[in-house]
């Protein structure tokens, strides 16, 4: 087993600084998609919680981007979750020589990991990713790593994804072989490694399919390589009629029949032709990129940049995942299409104005703005599949105050005379640190600390951290002070003797 930890750990190299855990309960949504308790960990990623992961003990996830933004693994996340036939998608990979190796996830659906012999740009990554899962089929499968970059200092740390093999074999997490048959992990390593890529190889690597339609939605070019699925003519044709329009206004109810004939198998009779033609003369009608057979091979961010894509009609930038941080108050991390992750407040999200505005310092584009209806609708849908990450302790109004109050009383300039207390200055005897609230107030001012009120203050230094009041006459004049168990110090101070005797007051 230690072998193949160090197998697993090389492979699945991320984040060191974090990880995801997943407790699986015996129920499932309405999708057939498995529930359970999801958390984010924010400890450093250890041979003992893989060893865990692969015998069975805990599951884990791993975050594919780094804190440098580049990664050495990702994945096309196919959300199948019944019916899925993985025998299938596994040749079919094999067919378009691509460099994934396919394995059943936790939930039933697919998982097509990549792995790189070096590490390489997330943007480049995700990129690659997307137009495998056009070419598969599967456009709008999600995309691991979901970000091109991270904010660390922000305590970002992007999303993570299950781990294959929890259990080994017996978990069901496993890879597939272009027959169907299961690999065990030696064999899911070994073909891992052989099908690691570098950067340039990844970059280079493409998917042959025909130059028709190649300044238009990459969805027609797929379709008109691998045929139009039955079921998809009516709606194929339509959207090749809209691809006439723009790319051929003069002529392009012929280019229709042209592409009806060379297309659809078999083709649409002529009165049906005839509709669709009579439906598009109306006005101009856009591609139906959430419908079938388009939605299957999308990729929108190429498509956006094709002369007869999607264009302007694309409206507001596709948001694909949003991230809180639970700290107080909450951070917001929105992972935008080919554009990077956003860092918004909670306005930020309520108001589609300030929503403009964090994309133009950051994007430099503005977005239209929305049916206010649109708006909501897809802000809940993003609330509904929100990742949410515990922030530390420490990051918290009180964890934030604690920390503050330390430093006051550990690393500032003490007080060398019972008289400087009234100066602001800490003061500590006998394992307890001595001060004046209206001192660490103002040493909470000059560092901008607006977290909690002066009362909310007091009531932590008297209920948390049991302070006491004292009442003290320095020099003929009342002194109100409080005073805390001692906390750690960084340095050792000297005491004056005559401290020592009679104690500070």
Same mark, same amino acid.
């Given at each position: 087993?230690?072998? *193949?930890?160090?197998?697993?750990?090389?492979?699945?190299?991320?984040?060191?600084?974090?990880?995801? =855990?997943?407790?699986?309960?015996?129920?499932?949504?309405?999708?057939?998609? @498995?529930?359970? $308790?999801?958390?984010?960990?924010?400890?450093?990623?250890?041979?003992?919680?893989?060893?865990?992961? %692969? &015998?069975?003990?805990?599951?884990?996830?791993?975050?594919?981007?780094?804190?440098?933004?580049?990664?050495?693994?990702?994945?096309?996340?196919?959300?199948?979750?019944?019916?899925?036939?993985?025998?299938?998608? #596994?040749?079919?990979?094999?067919? %378009?020589?691509?460099?994934?190796?396919?394995?059943?996830?936790?939930?039933?659906?697919?998982?097509?990991?990549?792995? %790189?012999?070096?590490?390489?740009?997330?943007?480049?990554?995700?990129?690659?990713?997307?137009?495998? #899962?056009? #070419?598969?089929?599967?456009?709008?499968?999600?995309?691991?790593?979901? *970000?091109?970059? !991270?904010?660390?200092?922000?305590?970002?740390?992007?999303?993570?994804?299950?781990?294959?093999?929890?259990?080994?074999?017996?978990?069901?997490?496993?890879?597939? /072989?272009?027959?169907?048959?299961?690999?065990?992990?030696d064999e899911f390593t070994q073909t891992a490694y052989i099908k690691r890529v570098t950067a340039d190889e990844l970059e280079s690597f493409g998917i042959q399919i025909k130059d028709d339609f190649s300044d238009g939605p990459p969805c027609l070019q797929h379709l008109a390589t691998q045929g139009f699925?039955?079921?998809?003519?009516?709606?194929?044709?339509?959207?090749?009629?809209?691809? #006439?329009?723009?790319?051929?206004?003069?002529?392009?109810?012929? @280019?229709?029949?042209?592409?009806?004939?060379?297309?659809?198998?078999?083709? %649409?009779?002529?009165?049906? !032709?005839?509709?669709?033609?009579?439906?598009? @003369? $109306?006005?101009?009608?856009?591609? =139906?990129? *959430?419908?079938?057979?388009?939605?299957?091979?999308? &990729?929108?961010?190429?498509?956006?940049? /094709? @002369?007869?894509? !999607?264009?302007?009609?694309?409206?507001?930038?596709?948001?694909?995942?949003?991230?809180?941080? &639970?700290?107080?108050?909450?951070?917001?991390?929105?992972?935008?299409?080919?554009?990077?992750?956003?860092?918004?407040?909670?306005?930020?999200?309520?108001?589609?104005? /300030?929503?403009?505005?964090?994309?133009?310092?950051?994007?430099?584009?503005?977005?239209?703005?929305?049916?206010?209806?649109?708006?909501q609708v897809m802000i809940q849908s993003l609330m509904e599949n929100v990742t949410v990450i515990d922030a530390p302790n420490d990051s918290s109004p009180k964890g934030q105050l604690m920390e503050y109050l330390e430093r006051y009383c550990t690393q500032r300039a003490q007080a060398l005379s019972k008289?400087?207390? /009234?100066?602001?200055?800490?003061?500590?005897?006998?394992?307890?640190?001595?001060?004046?609230?209206?001192?660490?107030?103002?040493?909470?001012?000059?560092?901008?600390?607006k977290l909690m009120s002066m009362h909310e203050i007091t009531s932590y230094l008297k209920n948390d951290l049991k302070a006491k009041h004292h009442f003290f006459n320095i020099k003929g004049k009342g002194t109100n002070a409080w005073s805390i168990a001692q906390l750690g110090q960084e340095t050792k101070?000297?005491?004056?003797?005559?401290?020592?005797?009679?104690?500070?007051?």
């Amino acid at each position: 087993m230690t072998e *193949q930890v160090d197998k697993f750990m090389d492979l699945f190299h991320g984040l060191e600084r974090a990880y995801g =855990t997943f407790e699986i309960t015996n129920s499932r949504e309405r999708d057939g998609k @498995k529930t359970g $308790k999801v958390r984010s960990i924010h400890k450093p990623v250890t041979r003992d919680i893989w060893l865990q992961h %692969l &015998n069975g003990t805990q599951a884990i996830g791993i975050v594919p981007i780094r804190d440098d933004s580049t990664v050495q693994f990702g994945a096309i996340d196919i959300d199948i979750y019944s019916n899925m036939d993985h025998a299938t998608m #596994a040749k079919k990979i094999e067919d %378009l020589r691509m460099p994934l190796v396919p394995c059943k996830s936790k939930s039933g659906g697919l998982h097509g990991w990549i792995f %790189l012999s070096e590490p390489t740009p997330a943007g480049l990554v995700q990129r690659k990713l997307r137009e495998m #899962a056009a #070419a598969l089929g599967h456009g709008k499968a999600e995309i691991f790593p979901k *970000q091109s970059e !991270v904010l660390p200092d922000r305590g970002d740390i992007g999303n993570w994804i299950n781990m294959p093999y929890f259990d080994g074999v017996a978990g069901g997490r496993h890879g597939i /072989r272009p027959d169907g048959h299961i690999m065990d992990m030696d064999e899911f390593t070994q073909t891992a490694y052989i099908k690691r890529v570098t950067a340039d190889e990844l970059e280079s690597f493409g998917i042959q399919i025909k130059d028709d339609f190649s300044d238009g939605p990459p969805c027609l070019q797929h379709l008109a390589t691998q045929g139009f699925p039955q079921g998809t003519r009516n709606n194929g044709l339509y959207n090749l009629g809209v691809y #006439a329009k723009k790319s051929a206004p003069d002529s392009w109810e012929g @280019k229709v029949e042209e592409y009806n004939i060379q297309y659809m198998q078999p083709p %649409l009779g002529i009165s049906e !032709v005839k509709e669709l033609l009579k439906s598009l @003369k $109306k006005k101009d009608y856009q591609y =139906t990129c *959430q419908q079938v057979p388009c939605s299957s091979h999308c &990729n929108s961010s190429v498509c956006r940049g /094709r @002369k007869y894509g !999607v264009g302007d009609h694309a409206g507001m930038p596709i948001v694909t995942s949003l991230t809180k941080y &639970n700290s107080v108050p909450p951070i917001w991390f929105a992972d935008i299409e080919g554009g990077g992750r956003l860092e918004l407040e909670t306005e930020d999200i309520q108001s589609q104005h /300030r929503f403009q505005r964090v994309c133009m310092e950051a994007l430099n584009m503005m977005p239209p703005v929305m049916n206010g209806k649109a708006w909501q609708v897809m802000i809940q849908s993003l609330m509904e599949n929100v990742t949410v990450i515990d922030a530390p302790n420490d990051s918290s109004p009180k964890g934030q105050l604690m920390e503050y109050l330390e430093r006051y009383c550990t690393q500032r300039a003490q007080a060398l005379s019972k008289e400087e207390i /009234r100066l602001g200055k800490p003061y500590t005897e006998d394992s307890r640190h001595y001060f004046t609230l209206s001192g660490f107030m103002a040493f909470l001012e000059r560092h901008k600390f607006k977290l909690m009120s002066m009362h909310e203050i007091t009531s932590y230094l008297k209920n948390d951290l049991k302070a006491k009041h004292h009442f003290f006459n320095i020099k003929g004049k009342g002194t109100n002070a409080w005073s805390i168990a001692q906390l750690g110090q960084e340095t050792k101070l000297d005491v004056p003797n005559t401290w020592k005797n009679g104690g500070p007051f």
